[in-house]
Structure formats: structure tokens, C-alpha cells
């Protein structure tokens, strides 16, 4: 008898310890979604980990001192990770997140799904806010049916990044609206065992090679789509630009294309590893910080390269929005107001320094003396070409939507991420241009049809 | 050479389930139902757990549904399928997962028998060998494709690169030309310490009579390992094998941090995470799932049936 | 075969000063193959140790940086991004887990091995069968039922989940230690007339013991180091340190020394553990071998 009560005491108390166990991590878990007791509201962000939102999160005791009650809680993730896991909780009506840093591709997509929540009447009531301010391309791609559904933190453009050093040395000069052709003989010139002529993206994803790819092909004349939904990427115009476009990497670009996406490339160039980059505008607060960069003060920014176009700059923005599931409403459009505002541009000019202030959302960020000053190597260009991109027809031929370096159709991510991932073999030499955009071909039709 | 060969008979003789001398104990039926009492709440929760979800991911696969386009779900037979099989990412993703599964299993079995038999000697130091040796096996594997990727095979400052270049080998453009080798590499760096742990075991279990009788009989090392080792051996193989390849084939973690499914490393396990989180199309994930569990089932079923002496013989 | 067992004694007297002195050469060259091996094996985690202590701009260097300016910022930095809660959700995910597998498996175990059980192989079989089937096949629905309960992102969801992982594994292995038990002392247990569970506890479990350690360490560590799952179903709150750990690869600029650092910190628990309980886990993998 006492044999068994203890078996049975020990097989309870094991029993307990589970049961605690699952119970304490119930309660943790709920604690920390929903409010606290005394009404505290804690808000769960998702968010890209560029250097812009590491400030943000740097900078948010600011926001829960001037807002009491209300805390912030970051979660950064990389930006393939952050794109997969907000859009299947958003999709799935997850509510694991209060706001979302959403791409410029995204926005329109999830406002058309019911997905993201109407910021229109927030901001525009809101003389402070000052919503005219922001940059009117980066707004229009916000914007659905009149409404503004996800507020921008940072915009970019894109642009030709050379080493001037590199250039003198070759005796060769950089104009400011460069050709492709003179930019791969430049390349190629310049290309040595150690230093890769040109830095472009190879890495697979439609956000990663094709941001600068699809500015290339439509510049060479191609585009995803003609104006019907027809698709049209295994025209020869596509073909010859992806084709320029990965000949030019095999030969003059850096070592290992396939794992070179921005970072990498910021690293070859701010190295000294590269002697000309084409990627983001936003790129040069980085080039130019010294404690990152050896060549900061030494490089040259101009115009994206073109071929039939006269501009080919693509047009993106990192941008704050507020998912339909979102269980603090009105705490998440507080801080999205305040991330955003010209506020929270003077807190990083004096917190962080003038030149962390995030770039392409506001016209007056380049009207402010200590930033136009802080960075003068890049931000008049930048504001040139964030005015001069087109996102209503990028390309020679009109297109049925609006986006540069995307398509603002759901199917596109899938689409884009499929055909890159085969264009890794053509880096490769496992396989060629045209047998992957036969192939990608088939897929767009099937995406454009959809959409007819 | 008698005594060489019985040893290895008399293993044989404990490879069943069941020790016979537990056979001849008579089962009652009340020895039954308590067994089996015993044994329902465990397999209750595998069933819960692991058949249920499949098959209401049976009854997605007969339905069109993409997250994306919320409202547009209806019933759709079996189109899943037709795309599945049409569109050719199956038949690439099983061959992607044979080969980087089969070459992991492979090299990790040689290396940890290589591994093993150096270690089942005496010399200084052994204990740390065998303590840092094993150490790959305890690294998070998320941590460990993160540190290969970044640190070991980046083309520019990766230590790969700066090894071979010692010897005077060119460097080489991992992620661009060699995808599946960085993959392989990481598993089989992985999962050799857990074939060398089997397989030492096993080594240390051979009797070392056997062992003096064979060399005083005169058999070289070479033949004596041949002979002698090897079929000891075969046992631990299998199971290091069995094991091995239950955790190497669902392989998810390398793929999607080092290479993303590029350069023919999208494994089934991949491909089924991107068309259900990646393209959120439920229903043609789904149709991907059942497939695969399908394939894999048979496979397994054959390899485990006609492979594995444990499944085959003994018991009852 | 006379002759061939004749000769040996006759062979020694000649070779074996030339001989010992060889066998030593030759020793003292496998070691140092060994050894070789050793190091190229744990280079890859003694390099990330070191990155760890490196400045950012001395981490990803051409050619490598080996005298760097040592520094603890990156784990300072790795604390400032408060790691600490996602350790704790690993913790308890893999505790709970853990002791709700041994909860079911011990029992089958048992079952499975000392009682006599038709089909035992049947049971078996099934077992290891679903380890078999990739968890990605049915994550889908999965997601969508723990999400229709409001249990995404619930470290009790992903615990129990893990327990249909760690299972099979568990059973199987624990099966050839409980085989291992002598069936007199079981009968002499029956006979005494102790009750089942009381058999169970007191008699059988102290001689298991060690393969109840070793499984339970294996589930441990594949719970601890599961990224899939954790992935795809937690978000914040319940989130645990391998999909942490890739937040630190940064988009935008030098990340090496800061990952290295989290990922060693990461890896720290079942890196101890593991070498703590080598012997343990040395039996129990041979055991689940042979048996």
C-alpha cells in the first residue's frame, strides 16, 4: 500500500509540474499580446533590421516617455524572413502584429484585400503631420482609391555609385547620366583580379536581383507585361537585357554573384573591393560613414544607367502600416504618426547625427540646412532622381499598372522569386537566358491571365 | 577461424525485438490489455498529431485557394494535382532531396567510420578528440548554416576559400557554382559526429578475444577489418543509417538560410514551405504534401522492409 | 593451418625491435592524423567563438583577421537586443516537451519490450513511420487550426507539437533500454505481488535510468534546435533563439562578429550539456543500435 501511494504521489506531482509548465507558458504568452492590468498597451512591431529601423528602435523610449502607457516592442527580421512571415500573418489574419514595416509592392496588393487599416483621416486631420509633404510618387504608391493606407519611413530611388580613385587612376570619367554600354566598358576596364568592375545583384529573390534587373530590362525597351496582361518576358528585349545584364556580371562583376545581394555589395564597394555599384540611393549614408567605410569622401554618385529611356532610377519605399487585425488601433496610428513625422526626423539629426535621417519620404527633409549639409555628397541627386522616376510608365511602352521594379499584382512575388531563382544557374553557367525565360514566360502568362 | 565467425552469429541471434527467453513468457490476456494501455496514449498523441493534420491536408489539396485572393476558395478536384505534376518542381525537388540526402548520409558514414576506428585506440588526448569531435552534432543547426554561410563559404573573406587558397587553389564562387556542396558540407559536418557516436559504440562492443584470436591466427588489420569489423559493424551502420536519414531527409534549415532554394537545392521540405508561406497557395501546397508523404512512405517502407535486418526478422 | 599458427612465435625475435620502433612511428602518425581531423572538425565552432570577440570591421576580413582587438560589445550588443526571453521560450519549449515525451514513452517503452505485446513490430514501425513524413506536409493545416484557436505564437503549442516529433525517437530508443532489464527481476516484482506502476517505478526505472537520460537528452536537443516549426508559428511572444539568431544577418551592413556572438551564446546549453553527458548519450544512440 504505501508502495503504491508513493508511486501514485510521484506520478501527480510529475502530472503538476507539466501542468504548470503548460499553464505558465499560456499565461506568458497572453500577458504579453494583450494590455497589461493597469491598461497598458503594448504594441508588437515587425520590421526590416536596416540601419533606419535600428534607430527607430534606438529612438523609441522618446516615444513611450511622450506617450505614457503605450510600449513598443521590435521584432527585426531579415528582409526575406520579414516579407514571408508578415505577409502570412496578415493573410491569414494572424494579429500576431500591431504595425508592419510593408514595402512599396506590397501596400496597394493588402489595401485592396481589406487587409491594412485606412490611415487617411488620421493624417490628413492632422496639420502637424503635414501628409502633402511626403514625396508625391512615394504617396501615389500608397494610395488606393484615394486613400492612404501605410505611411513611408524611408524612400529610395536608385543610382550609379563609382570609386573616383579608381576612375583617376584609369583616367576615365563618369558622366551623369551614364549608358549601360559605357558602364560595362568602364567595367571591364576597370576590373582587375582583386576588384570586381561592377557590383549588381545577383541573389535570388524578386527584391534582391530583380529590383535592379527590372530597371535594366525596361531601359533596353522589355517588360513583364504589355498593356493588354500579355506577357512578355521572353521577348527579345527582355532577353537582351538579361542577357547584358548577367554577361556583364560573369565578366567584369564581382566573384560570387549568386550570393551577392545589397549588403554584400555595399560591402565590395565600401571596401574598396568594387569600383562601381548600382543599387539603392539609400546606400550612401552608409558609403559615406567613415567608421563603416574606407572609401567614404572618395565616391561618386550620377543617374542609373539607360539605354532607350532617359531615366531609369526604380522608385521603392519601407513603410509603416497597420494590419485590419491589429488589436491597438489607435496606440499603433500614435507611432506611426510619430515615426514618420518631421519630429521624428529633428529627434535622429540630434540624437544619431543629421546624416542617419531617414532619406525619400519628405520633401523637406532636403529643405532641413543640417541635413542638406551632413550630406551633401548624395542627397541633392537623390532628391533629382526620386522627382524624375515615373512609376505609371517606367519603361518605353505603357504598362496596366503602377510600379517600377515590380509588378503590383499578388502572383508577381511568387513569380519573381521562381524566375530569379533560375537565373542563379545562368550566373553559373548551368543554364541560359533564354531556357529560363521560355520557362518564366509560361509562368507570367499564367499570372497576366488572372488579371484580365 | 571458427571462433571468428561465431561471435558475429551470435549477434545475430539478439537482433530481433525480443529476446527469446521474454517470448516464452506466456501472454495472458490481461498481460495484453495492460500492454496495450500502456501503449495507447503514446501512439493516441503520434496519431493526433502526425495523421490528422494529413488528412485535412488531403481535403485542402482538392481545393483552389491562394491567400492572397481571400474570397476565391472553392472546390477544385484535383487541378492541385494537375499542376503539381505538370509544372516539373516535384520531380526536381525529390531528385534535389535524393542527392543531397543520399550524399550526406554517405560521406557522414564514411567519415564517422573513419572517425571511429581512429578513435577506438589509445592516445593522448582521447577523451577531448571524442568531446570536440562531437560538438558539430550539438550546434543548433540554424546557428551552424548561418556561420558556414557567412563565415566559411563567403567567396571574398569565407575561411573555405582562404584554406584552399593556401594551397594554392583558385577561390571558388561557393553560392553561385556550388550550392549543393555547401549544403551536403554542412549536413555531413553535422551529422558525422552522430555516425562516428554509433559506430564507435559499436567498435567498442566487439569482443577483443576475437580480435587476438584472428591476428594470432594471422589476418592482417586490413583483412581482420574486412572480415571481422565490418560485419559487427553492419548493425550500427544500418541504424546510423535509419536514423540518420529520418532526420536528414526532412532537411529544411540550410536550404532556406543558405541558399533559398536556389541551384538545385530546393528539397521537398523547401518547396512545400515556399508554395504554402511563400506563394500562400493552400490548396497546391497541400497537393505537394500529400504527394511527397506519399513518395516518402513508399520509399520508406521498401528501404526499411527489405534494408534494416530489425523490421525483417525476429519478434513474435 | 598449423603452420600458420606456428609462426608467429618464431617470427618475434627477429622484427621486433625494428618493428616496435616502426609501430611507434606509425603510431604517433595516426594520432597525428587524428588530431587533424579533430581540428578540422571543430574548426568551424572555435572560429565562430573567435569572430565573436571581434570587432565588426575585423570579422570579415581578406585575408582573415587573426590578432584582432578583442572586445565583449558584441555580446553587450546582443544583450542591448534583449536575447534573454528568447532563451527562455527555447528553455521551456524544450522542457516541457521533453518531460511530456518521457510521460508517454516511457510507458510504451515498457510496453513495447517487457510485456509481451503482439505486434510489436507493427507498433514499432508505426512509430518511426511518421518521423518519416516530412513535417512540412501537414504544417499547413496546422497553422491554420492553432491560428483559428488563437494559439499562434504559444510556446504550449509549439511544445506540444515537438512532442510529436520527439516521440518516435524517444520510444525507439528507450525500447532497447528497457529490453536490457532481466525478466527475473520483473517476475520477481509480479510475483511479490507490487502493483504494475509500482513495478514500473521502482523496480525497472532505476535500471533505465541512463536511456531515460540519454532520450531525454536527445529530445532536448532537437527540441532546443528546431528552427521550422518556431519559424512559421511563433512571432513574438512565444519566439524562441533559432529564428532569432537569423534577425541578426543584416540587410544593410556588418552583422558577422555581433551573429557569432548570439549564435555561440545559443549554442552554449547543448554544447554543455552534450559534453557533460557524452557517455549517456554514447550508450544510449549504441543501445538504440543493437537492441
Redesign the interface.
Known sequence: MT??R???S??LS??L??GS??L???A??????DGDANGDVTL?L?T????QMKDMEELKGTFEKENPGIKV?F???????LR??V???V????G??DVVTVGAYEVP?WAQ??WLTDLTDTTSSDAEYDVDDLFPPVRAGLTVDDKLYALPFYGESSMLMYNKDMFAAAGLEMPNNPTWDQVADFAKKLKTDDVAGICLR?K??WGELFAPLTTVVQTFGGNWYDEDWNATVNAPEFVDAVTFYTDLVKAAG??????S???EC???LSQG?AAMWYDATS?AG?IEDPN?STVAGKVGYVHAPVKETTESGWLWSWNLAIPETSKHRDAAETFVKWATSKKYEQLVGTELGWSRVPPGARTSTYEIPEYVDAAKAFAPITKEIMEAVDPNQPGVDPQPYTGVQFVTI??F??LG?TIS?DL??V????SDVKTVLDKGQKLAQTAGDAQK | MTTIIEPVEAIADVEGDVPPERLARPATRKGIGVSRALLWPALATSLVLTQIPFLVTIYYSLQEWNLLKPGDQHFAWFQNYVTVFSNGSFVSSLVATVLITGSAVILSTLFGLLLAVLLDRRFRGRALARTLLITPFLIMPAAAALIWKWSMFEATSGMVNWLIGLVGIPPVAWNTDAPVVTVIGVLTWQYTPFFMLILLAGLQSQSRDVLEASSVDGAGPARQFALITLPHLRQYIEIAVLLGSIQLVQVFDPVAIMTRGSGGTKTLSYLLYERAFVGLEVGEAAAYGVVTVIVTIVIATVALRTLFKIFTEGTR | MTSATLAPPARPRRVRPVGRAQRRVRASAITLITWGLVVLFFFPVAWMVLTAFKPERQAATSPPTFLADWTLDQFAAVFNRDMAPYLINSLTASIASTVLVLLLAIPAAYALSIRPIVRVRDALFFFISTRFMPVAAGIIPVYLLLQGLGLLDNISALSILYVGINLPIAVWMMRSFFSEVPVEIVEAAQIDGARLHTELFRVVLPIVLPGVAAAGLICFIFAWNEYFLANLLTSTAARTTPPFLTSFVDGRGLFLSVLSAASSIAVLPVVIAGWIAQKQLVRGLAMGAIK
Open positions: 508502495r503504491n508513493t508511486a501514485r510521484t506520478a510529475v502530472g509540474v507539466v509548465l503548460i505558465g507558458g499560456c506568458g504568452a497572453g500577458g504579453s499580446t508588437t515587425a526590416v533590421n536596416n540601419p516592442n521584432i527585426q527580421m531579415e528582409e526575406n524572413d514571408d512571415a505577409t502570412k500573418d493573410a491569414t489574419k494572424g500576431q502584429y496588393i484585400n481589406g545577383g535570388p529573390g564581382e566573384p560570387d554573384p549568386v550570393s545581394g545589397f549588403t555595399l560591402n565590395a573591393k546606400a552608409s563603416a499578388p502572383e512575388q511568387d522569386n531563382q542563379a544557374d550566373f553559373a553557367g548551368r
